[in-house]
């Protein structure tokens, strides 16, 4: 990121982007007056990208209007910024609407840039930093947390720790400008970024989360939330590892998982397993081992539902934990029965 760089993404730029081109050339009175034809789903939208999107050359404005339909080489390049955005709001809603669809833009996180970033995961931190030049890096590091600067700096190699170290000692006033460039590319390259990979990693969980639910109630929840997030739930459901796909693994991979498993859990899964996927397992193991384990389950008698979805679970854990470590590979999701 540089952060004098001019917004350039003319053939990738999104609806709302584009919409938000199209008000800030109209300025506050016009795009103020259309605006007000909107939804509050769209005005947020392109609330969203006039805050975000900085700088647009010429050019690029000039390709957006002409799919318009005008002509609009004399407006030059315009800049969107969080003020801007205000500006146009402030021409229809109240002065609080205002605030609050801007407190919720520039607030994904605490509302403070700075403490956000001081947040993120420092290898994700991390890896942008490494892309940019030493006197970006180094004001951003004056900026955030004492504590994530350590951990941070190491990660960047010692030399350039040194050179960066060097930087932050002799630092200067920046103007604000060039601040507010840094800032609001950072809220548009990092944050937003982080968000993504934050709805990742809620999915990540809930698909753990789903695994180890009782069969019946994750159908009662999945017939609810087929209806109110039919793709949310579908791409989970893909992802979701359950005890009867471990019948997929290779030979070797399933037996590795049994291994790993400890005290009398897997005579415990397999006693209350359906009948295939119990042979499927016991067809797996040498003639010893079959029958001692065979033996186990005898002696087990009956077994509470509740222990058995214990032990399944152990053992989809023990099999994600290896695949994770690229001890195993999973089986690939069987796709074949999914409408386009």
Do not use: Y
């Given at each position: 990121?540089?952060?004098f760089?001019?917004?350039?993404?003319?053939?990738?730029l999104?609806g709302?982007e584009?919409?938000?081109i199209?008000?800030?050339?109209?300025?506050?009175?016009?795009?103020g007056?259309l605006m007000?034809?909107l939804?509050t789903?769209e005005?947020?939208k392109i609330?969203?990208a006039?805050?975000?999107?900085?700088?647009v050359q010429a050019?690029?404005?000039e390709?957006?209007?002409r799919?318009?339909?005008q002509k609009?080489?004399?407006y030059g390049?315009i800049?969107?910024?969080?003020?801007?955005?205000?500006?146009?709001l402030k021409?229809?809603?109240?002065?609080?609407?205002?605030?609050?669809i801007?407190n919720?833009?520039?607030?994904s996180?605490?509302?403070?840039l700075w403490?956000d970033?001081?947040?993120?995961?420092?290898?994700?931190?991390?890896?942008y930093?490494?892309k940019?030049?030493?006197?970006?890096?180094?004001?951003?590091?004056?900026?955030?947390?004492?504590?994530a600067?350590?951990?941070?700096?190491?990660?960047?190699?010692?030399?350039?720790?040194?050179?960066?170290?060097?930087?932050?000692?002799?630092?200067?006033e920046?103007p604000?400008?060039a601040?507010?460039?840094?800032?609001?590319?950072l809220?548009r390259?990092?944050?937003?970024?982080?968000?993504h990979?934050?709805?990742?990693?809620?999915?990540?969980k809930?698909?753990?989360?789903?695994n180890?639910?009782d069969a019946?109630?994750?159908?009662?929840?999945?017939?609810?939330?087929?209806?109110k997030?039919?793709?949310k739930l579908?791409a989970?459901?893909?992802?979701?590892f359950?005890?009867?796909?471990?019948?997929?693994?290779k030979?070797?991979?399933?037996?590795?998982?049994?291994?790993?498993?400890s005290?009398?859990?897997?005579p415990?899964?397999?006693?209350?397993a359906?009948?295939?996927?119990?042979e499927?397992?016991?067809?797996?193991?040498p003639?010893?081992?079959?029958?001692?384990?065979i033996?186990e389950?005898?002696?087990?008698g009956p077994?509470?539902?509740?222990?058995?979805?214990?032990?399944?679970?152990?053992?989809?854990?023990?099999?994600?934990?290896?695949?994770e470590?690229?001890?195993?590979?999973?089986?690939?999701?069987?796709e074949?029965?999914?409408i386009?």
């Open positions: 990121m540089n952060q760089a001019s917004f350039r993404r003319a053939k990738r999104t709302p584009k919409s938000a199209l008000f800030l050339c109209l300025g506050e009175d016009r795009g007056a007000q034809q939804d789903a005005i947020s609330t969203r006039i805050s975000a999107m900085g700088e050019e690029v404005v390709e957006v209007m799919e318009f339909g609009v080489s004399s390049g800049t969107g910024s969080v003020e801007a955005a205000r500006g146009l021409g229809f809603l109240p002065e609080d609407r205002v605030a609050e801007l919720e833009i520039e607030g996180g605490t509302g403070d403490k970033l001081s947040l993120l995961d420092e290898k994700m931190l991390a890896d930093l490494r940019e030049h030493n006197q970006t890096v180094a004001v951003i590091l004056s900026r955030i947390t004492p504590d600067v350590a951990k941070v700096l190491p990660l960047l190699g010692h030399d350039r720790s040194v050179d960066l170290v060097e930087r932050m000692v002799g630092m200067e920046l604000s400008e601040i507010h460039a840094i800032e609001d590319s809220r390259e990092v944050l937003a970024k982080a968000g990979d934050a709805e990742a990693e809620a999915e990540k809930l698909v753990k989360v789903f180890k639910l019946k109630l994750f159908e009662g929840l999945s017939r609810d939330l087929e209806q997030i039919p793709e579908r989970i459901k893909q992802k979701m359950v005890f009867d796909d471990l019948v997929n693994l030979a070797n991979a399933l037996a590795r998982v049994m291994r790993e498993v005290g009398n859990s897997l415990l899964a397999l006693r209350g359906e009948k295939e996927v119990r499927h397992f016991l067809s797996s193991m003639a010893r081992s079959r029958d001692m384990l033996d389950m005898k002696a087990m077994v509470k539902s509740r222990e058995v979805k214990e032990a399944q679970s152990e053992m989809v854990e023990i099999a994600l934990q290896l695949a470590s690229g001890d195993i590979e999973l089986p690939e999701t069987d074949e029965d999914m386009e």
